[in-house]
T-cell receptor, first 116, second 115 residues
Framework: DQQVKQNSPSLSVQEGRISILNCDYT??????FLWYKKYPAEGPTFLIS?????DKNEDGRFTVFLNKSAKHLSLHIVPSQPGDSAVYFC???????????????FGRGTQLTVWP | GAVVSQHPSRVICKSGTSVKIECRSL??????MFWYRQFPKQSLMLMAT?????????EQGVEKDKFLINHASLTLSTLTVTSAHPEDSSFYIC???????????FGDGTRLSIL
């Protein structure tokens, strides 16, 4: 059973505009969320994360929003650039005793294409 | 920083062959390493978690005698697919983290094709 869902397999955005990638989860025990970016023939690269005690985390052009009541998070990229074109994976984890992250549960990814 | 190297990137071999994949953390010590498998258009599925110096913990449904994991040092873990068959063909990817509250950093994966 897929506990982390990315319902949009693809997203196409014009350069300079905002990209919004969505992610839903079903397990209310998840309290740490991560976004990874993956280029072809490379492994996923950690992008940004958010703890459940926050509802927003920002790092440069990337902002992650968390809505715990809706079990939904989103990644905003603004302004989008052609180099952002990649597959974006959402992942979720519980936080165990001692602040140790549990195993990651991944969504299936969303292919973002940013066109000039 | 946080570079994870995985080799080989591509393996093509005959059925019945055993294949070893290496995962190294290049610039940090990895207390925990993870092995994933990904099918086309699917999410990364965790196969096993390994802590340095101890036996790996396998996820349900993953045969530990089929997928041998060794994490002999803080910078190296290996996955050996024993007596590989065509159904083992997949994309295998490792990750590593330095401490329990740090994100995992991934290798570039290994495309395994069994003929």
């Amino acid at each position: 059973d897929q506990q982390v869902k990315q319902n949009s397999p693809s997203l196409s955005v014009q350069e300079g505009r905002i990209s919004i990638l969505n992610c839903d989860y079903t397990n209310s025990m998840f309290d740490y969320f991560l976004w990874y970016k993956k280029y072809p023939a490379e492994g996923p690269t950690f992008l940004i994360s958010i703890s459940s005690i926050k509802d927003k985390n920002e790092d440069g052009r990337f902002t992650v929003f968390l809505n715990k009541s809706a079990k939904h998070l989103s990644l905003h990229i603004v302004p989008s650039q052609p180099g952002d074109s990649a597959v974006y994976f959402c992942a979720a984890s519980e936080v165990n005793r001692g602040s140790t992250l549990g195993r990651l549960y991944f969504g299936r990814g969303t292919q973002l294409t940013v066109w000039p | 920083g946080a570079v994870v190297s995985q080799h080989p990137s591509r393996v093509i071999c005959k059925s019945g062959t055993s294949v070893k994949i290496e995962c190294r953390s290049l610039d940090f010590q990895a207390t925990t390493m993870f092995w994933y498998r990904q099918f086309p258009k699917q999410s990364l599925m965790l196969m096993a978690t390994s802590n340095e110096g101890s036996k790996a913990t396998y996820e349900q449904g993953v045969e530990k005698d089929k997928f041998l994991i060794n994490h002999a040092s803080l910078t190296l873990s290996t996955l050996t697919v024993t007596s590989a068959h065509p159904e083992d063909s997949s994309f295998y990817i490792c990750s590593a983290r330095s401490t329990g509250n740090q994100p995992q950093h991934f290798g570039d994966g290994t495309r395994l094709s069994i003929l």
